[in-house]
């Protein structure tokens, strides 16, 4: 017979652990520990670390007893993209940035948040913000804060659920309030500020005060003398009713008179009533004649010095509805506090701010409202206001995970009012009003899985989907429509949730999450299972049958990374933690047996789509914990370790099972600057194995002759380095010879 040849050039396919090594395809391999499958036609040894200053970040010094990181990935820290920079100052100053900035956000288990700026260039710059919750004592580290970035603001929860937190927001401000007045209030003074607030989108409180009080409505004869005080903040508005007109169009009828607050982003409050005053007499209504109509309508607000509204406060606006009987509140002044007045949200506005001599704010002209307004507070907002809350306040409201899709946020794991009293809602997700992400009325919710013993874990979205995780199933919410009576249920997955927020992240082809039984994606056309070529059992072994795991996509490499969590165990390969990659371009796996250092708190991505890992880690020159991010340097460029790597081919039987061959050589098309050996297994039992030396930084191609041939049915080559040093292997060409059957062999 004559000599044969088989040719293995390529191995995308990477592992495949669920058939025999004989049934495997010719593009797959049986093992890949330390090798990498991202170059089509190639395998190399990967560089998972770089441990170098230009490859991490110092977060944050973490003082004894070194554990207040968050609490597991999922939590604690986010990077993200901003038009403006943060200044390492007291007063948190930005400016601009033409490129944009990267920033990243730490928040540890004590309740500090640390910001670092400009953290593509700086590395190690932070700035550490302080306490941004009541503090908890040093044994009881309560605060676990999530992150969601949306829309250039910052917001955070305590996902504990502490009875004394409330929802943070933190944002950039590019305008003052009322007047450029430099000496007047801080809190008024916003251009070129980053300001930490809470995310609350509360109603005005009026207080207990009468005739000289704040959230009345004043004759404007009696505005300059009764404007507001200094301890509280409503503002009083100014009127004067006409007696003779024959113009106005408002029916003859007792009006009441409300206010609310404007937010940014147009968030508005419920609606608080105010005390009217007709004289010197104080009603909970004004009479409207027949034709007559409101004049003098104006604004007035405490000087600087007494003013303390939240930063997040843009505006006002009055209100009216009849007496007894009206329910909508209809539109009367709207109010901006840098802008002025208007009497419509369509007009635009045509007054400023001044500050008086009596030391009050007020708009320097009057509006007159002849008509009843066609905007009503229910058409403005989308809401009823008899709705018992709209927003996260204190007692404990809060969430655990959040997640923006199109205008709207949604938010899972909530702790808020059930109509009446606060609870835990683990079925439910509730969701903003359009474009207004702390408006979360307590009647926009949906239940799935009601009273099923499980809870939301995670959520993400992808192509107007939301993914949402239990411990055992997931919901896929179609929420496209701008309408929620337009959304719907389009899969419920069981047996397959996740048991942490780490196990879940997302890519351009879809989300990608795994557990104990695999890695799996939804990319708009139902379920794939990535790991189909791995068995379960191999897969769950890899993180010590640990099912909290954490993904990370390595944008530049176009692989999926899933990492194990917690500390290091034994570093023998008999029981390790280790990294499963998956080569999106190849659809094959590798791993990664040694375990990343330490911690693993969740990963995050630079502008040039590196991955790197949270973690805490410990700097023998500093002598204490640092909290770092660390490169996952998968790359061909030569591994530091001096560790064994290695891959194994198919078990071949080159299409002849129990047929003897006769096997002559091996040629190797490789560069290496590392030995790389190559074993021959055959029979399933026997092995020889030749060292490949010296460095090449071109491929050449090194011949491995056995003393004699070797005879067997099938064989089964793998290739090792045991030295730092990359090795490249672009093709394996096997000799042999097809042996012909004997009248009595056969």
């Known amino acids: 017979m004559p000599k044969t040849f088989a040719l293995y050039s390529r191995f995308e396919k990477g592992i495949n652990t669920r058939i025999d090594d004989a049934d495997i395809g010719a593009e797959s391999l049986a093992e890949a520990d330390g090798w990498s499958v991202n170059t089509l036609g190639e395998i190399n040894t990967i560089n998972v670390f770089s441990m170098e200053a230009d490859s991490m970040f110092n977060l944050e010094e973490l003082s004894a007893p070194h554990d207040t990181a968050p609490q597991g990935s999922g939590y604690g820290a986010i990077k993200v993209e901003s038009d403006y920079d943060y200044n390492h100052v007291t007063n948190a100053t930005g400016s601009y940035a033409v490129n944009g900035t990267s920033l990243v956000f730490f928040g540890d288990r004590n309740g500090n948040l640390t910001v670092i700026n400009d953290v593509e260039n700086t590395k190690g710059v932070r700035a550490v913000i302080g306490l941004i919750h009541a503090d908890v004592p040093d044994d009881q580290y309560n605060y676990n804060p999530s992150f969601l970035w949306h829309e250039g603001e910052l917001r955070w929860a305590n996902a504990n659920h502490d009875v004394d937190n409330k929802v943070k927001w933190m944002g950039y401000f590019d305008r003052d309030r009322f007047v450029a007045d430099a000496s007047s209030n801080a809190h008024n003074r916003l251009s070129g500020k980053w300001i930490i607030t809470d995310a609350t989108v509360l109603k005005p409180v009026r207080p207990a005060q009468s005739n000289n009080g704040n959230g009345n409505l004043y004759p404007v004869t009696d505005i300059t003398t009764k404007h507001p005080q200094v301890s509280a903040n409503m503002p009083n508005f100014s009127y004067q009713l006409t007696t003779n007109s024959e113009k106005g169009t408002w029916a003859a009828a007792d009006y009441e008179f409300g206010m609310t607050y404007i937010y940014r982003k147009d968030q508005e409050s419920l609606v608080t009533p105010l005390k009217v005053y007709v004289g010197n007499s104080e009603q909970e209504y004004l009479n409207i004649p027949k034709r007559q109509y409101l004049t003098h309508l104006n604004c007035t607000f405490k000087n600087a010095s007494g003013t303390i509204l939240d930063e997040r406060m843009t505006g006002c606006r009055l209100y009216s509805r009849k007496h007894n009987g009206g329910r909508r509140w209809r539109l009367v002044m709207d109010v901006d506090f840098s802008r002025g007045s208007r009497l419509n949200t369509f007009d635009l506005f045509q007054n400023s701010w001044s500050q008086t001599s009596n030391q009050y704010y007020r708009l320097n002209s009057y509006l007159e409202r002849r008509d009843p307004s066609v905007e009503t507070f229910e058409a403005l907002n989308g809401i009823m206001n008899d709705e018992h809350k709209i927003s996260f306040e204190s007692g404990g409201h809060g969430w655990e995970h959040a997640k923006a899709v199109g205008r709207r946020v949604f938010y899972i794991g909530v702790k808020y009012y059930d109509d009446v009293n606060v609870k835990y809602m683990r079925d439910r997700v509730f969701y903003s009003q359009p474009a207004k992400p702390d408006v979360v009325p307590v009647s926009n919710w949906i239940d799935l899985g009601i009273n099923d013993g499980d809870q939301f874990i995670a959520l993400e979205s992808f192509s107007g989907r939301l993914c949402l995780f239990k411990r055992s199933k997931i919901y896929i919410l179609n929420v496209q429509a701008g309408n929620p009576a337009g959304w719907g249920l389009e899969a419920e997955i069981d047996n397959n949730g996740v048991p942490h927020p780490s196990n879940v992240t997302n890519t351009r082809y879809g989300i990608v999450w795994a557990n104990k039984y695999g890695c799996f994606m939804y990319g708009g056309q139902g379920v ?219």
């Not at 911690?599 to 500093?622: H, I, P, S, V």
């Not at 370790?641 to 096997?663: A, H, I, Q, Y």
């Open 528 to 746: 794939q299972e990535l790991s189909a070529s791995i068995s379960p059992e191999i897969w769950i072994d890899t993180f010590n049958d640990n099912e909290k795991m954490i993904l990370g996509m390595n944008s530049l490499k176009n692989q999926l990374v899933v990492a194990p969590t917690g500390a290091l165990v034994a570093s023998d390969n008999t029981s390790y933690q280790g990294l499963w990659m998956y080569n999106f371009d190849a659809q094959g796996w590798s791993r990664y047996k040694n375990s990343i250092y330490d911690y693993n708190d969740g990963f995050m991505n630079d502008r040039g789509g590196e991955l790197y890992y949270f973690t805490k880690q410990w700097d023998e020159d500093e002598e204490a914990s640092f909290y770092r991010a660390l490169k996952i340097n998968i790359t061909e460029d030569g591994s530091t370790e001096s560790r064994t790597k290695t891959f194994t081919l198919k078990e071949d039987t080159l299409g002849s099972p129990g047929v003897m061959k006769r096997f002559y050589n091996v040629k190797v098309e490789l560069k290496n600057e590392a030995n790389a050996n190559l074993t021959c297994k055959f029979n399933n039992s026997g092995a020889i194995t030749k060292t490949l030396s010296s460095a090449n930084t071109g491929f050449v191609t090194k011949i491995f002759t056995p003393a004699s041939p070797i005879e067997s049915d099938r064989m089964q080559l793998s290739f090792s380095s045991d030295s730092a040093g990359g090795v490249t292997i672009s093709n394996v060409v096997l000799e042999y010879r097809t042996k012909r059957l004997r009248i009595s062999e056969s």
